[in-house]
């Protein structure tokens, strides 16, 4: 007693499954008729890897589970070790990870977390409006997961206006502090994504495009 999650009250052979830690007692009678009290609690795992994480291909994630004594995660796809409690993930695909555990008393409990992966990226807009009215100012490339990064931006006589080497640093629309005049202006990119392998060298890529700058 009590019967709560027990499959049966009687025999000596008894299945609990307790969505809780719960204790119990038991009376044995033997063939004498000679009786012995004796008592168990039987506590649950608790587990928890967390919410669901987004990382750029070719990144790594450390998961983490507690709540139990050993642990066994699948699939085995771009983990660092499937029967610890904290893997690293480094999936190619998004990909859904299972672990289940296990507590001294051999009770079970599984949980999942899911990395997603998203692609590396680079973007570089056509067009910008720099008339300091608040919208579409700037001009900026975006890009995820760079190594490797410088941007030149050359008027129509090839004249240098801009040059930067962090996607965080923007252009305004001016040289020497002066608007520079409506047109389409060349953009030299060049950059190298961040390698998926550790033993790869990143490439190093040059893209020749042009914006418009109007006002």
Known sequence: SPSAYLNQTQGDVVVSSPKQAISYSVKGIDVNGCEDNASVTVSVPVIFVGNDVTIIVGDKFSLLASGGTSY????????????????????????????????AEACIDMDSITVTVVPQVIYIPNTFTPNEDGLNDMFGVYANSVTEFEMNIYDRWCELVFNTQSTDIVWDGKFDNMPCPQGTYI???KYAFLSYLETDIPKTETIIGHVSLLR
């Open 72 to 103: 066994s995660w699948t699939p085995h796809e771009g983990l660092s070790c499937v029967d610890c409690s904290n893997p690293v993930a480094s999936p190619q695909v998004t990909t859904t990870y299972y672990v289940t555990i296990e507590n």
């Open 187 to 189: 953009i030299k990119l």
